[in-house]
């Protein structure tokens, strides 16, 4: 799969994670208030679930804003690994803000006990927010989707490689949060009908769980970005081969690719070229194998070719 052959899809992502944060804002709100009027601890875990979401979309726009920004002197490969800066940090929110509280109320309810209150605002507000979660993850999975299919990858793999974190992240927290809704409808069900507080904080526990789970993939995935991860070994090969293609270029002894964003991708590499090549077509044929490169791969921004002589060569040493 051609991870970073990928069109500008800035405005689509914002949409995307736009629309993300308006739902999740408003259900925060709405599963707070029917979490203290029902008196339901998986509730307020959801409530705290919302939260952490609105949070991270609130970082991801921030990053989809600041990794846009064209290159400049202080920073001449341009800004495009700090959107992963910020999509870690919004990994770290779902953790902290989402995953801790939900085990701590989970954990409280479970040794404290609680009665179960009146489970009727929570059923409505559950209701509503499984129409808007859906919604948000529609929004999400047809980015992808389309995405996976463009490139002609199986979305699973495009969903667990694509360097467009923003909407890898809007689709899981939008799938772990109708999981969520599923689980506590579950524990206010079980708690209304054993009259019992124990089937409320398994909700919990099992939200904080599911959140854990969703932070980590998140976390995981941004931290390849940010120590550096390369183009997949078969983009790699033909990148290689459209090197081999010219006639001047006789071996490629070393290729380094670096991801740098969504549709963002540096080369470097070090050719040997025939020795009979004169220094002008040896520059020409540098400047043809980087149009080649962009043709093949538009994500290629940067192309860096370094003529290296190989260990067959017979020109002089240099001493």
Same mark, same amino acid.
């Given at each position: 799969?051609?991870?970073? %052959?990928?069109?500008?899809?800035? *405005? ?13 804002? !408003? ?7 029917? *979490? ?76 404290? !006990? ?75 069900? *079980?708690? %209304? ?25 998140? !976390? ?70 980087? %149009? ?25 040493? !240099?001493?």
């Amino acid at each position: 799969m051609t991870e970073t %052959q990928t069109h500008d899809g800035g *405005g689509e992502s914002t949409f995307t994670v736009i629309v993300a944060a308006v739902a999740n804002l !408003g259900i925060a709100v709405a599963k707070a208030v029917a *979490g203290v009027v029902s008196g339901s601890s998986a509730m307020l875990s959801e409530a705290a679930h919302s939260v952490a979401d609105t949070v991270t979309e609130l970082l991801l726009l921030t990053a989809l804003k600041r990794s846009g920004k064209p290159a400049d002197e202080e920073h001449p490969l341009g800004y495009g690994p700090e959107r992963y800066i910020w999509a870690m940090l919004a990994a770290v929110a779902t953790f902290v803000g989402g995953a801790v509280f939900s085990l701590y109320d989970g954990v409280h309810t479970l040794a404290v !006990g609680e009665k179960p209150g009146d489970p009727l605002a929570s059923y409505l507000v559950l209701a509503v927010a499984l129409v808007l979660e859906g919604y948000s993850l529609r929004t999400g999975l047809k980015q992808a989707r389309g995405e996976a299919a463009r490139l002609k990858a199986p979305f699973k793999r495009y969903l667990r490689y694509t360097p467009d974190t923003a909407v890898k992240a809007v689709v899981m927290e939008d799938s772990a949060a109708l999981v969520g809704l599923v689980l506590a409808a579950g524990g206010l069900l *079980g708690g %209304q009908l054993t009259g019992s507080g124990v089937w409320d904080g398994l909700a919990s526990l099992l939200i904080g769980v599911l959140l854990l789970y969703v932070a980590w993939v998140l !976390g995981r995935s941004n931290a390849e970005l940010l120590v550096g991860r390369p183009l997949p070994r078969p983009v790699r090969e033909r990148i290689r081969a459209e090197l081999l293609a010219s006639r001047h270029i006789v071996a490629v002894l070393e290729l380094t690719t670096l991801v740098q964003g969504p549709d963002e991708a540096l080369v470097a590499a070090k050719v040997d070229l025939r020795d009979v090549s004169t220094a002008a077509e040896i520059e020409w044929a540098c400047e043809r194998a980087e %149009q080649r490169l962009r043709a093949a791969f538009p994500a290629i921004g940067r192309v860096y070719l370094d003529p290296t002589p190989g260990p067959l060569s017979s020109g002089n040493d !240099g001493r």
